[in-house]
């Protein structure tokens, strides 16, 4: 028998996230920054799962951001305040983030 113990590089997937994440690529498949209705509606889901997230550990929505792995959130936390990571990060804003600010 073998026992797997590196579980700080990377864990099996529970069966229901495999299912809902193969649900989610069939059905929302589209470009969530397009402005066409298969962007739009990924962007909806992506935002719902946000919200799901920050509902799951009492923070607000605006405070989850989604990245494709670590590098991609380091090079977000080391930027200065203001200055987005460096070009072929990626890590991006939600849509119209940058706009409330100002």
């Known amino acids: 028998m073998q026992i797997y113990l590196d579980y ?3 864990t099996p997937t529970h069966p229901q996230v495999i299912e809902r994440v193969a649900t989610i690529l069939q059905h929302h ?3 969530p920054s397009s402005l066409h209705t298969w ?3 990924t962007a909806t889901v992506i935002e719902m799962a946000r919200e799901q997230v920050a509902g799951l550990i009492n923070a607000n929505s605006d405070q989850i951001i989604f990245t494709s792995g670590g590098t991609a959130i ?8 203001g200055k987005p990571p460096k070009a072929g990060s990626n890590v991006k804003p939600r849509p119209n983030q940058d706009k409330e600010k100002k």
């Open 8 to 10: 700080s590089a990377t």
């Open 29 to 31: 498949w589209g470009n």
């Open 39 to 41: 962007g739009q509606d």
């Open 74 to 81: 380091k090079l977000k936390l080391i930027s200065p305040p």
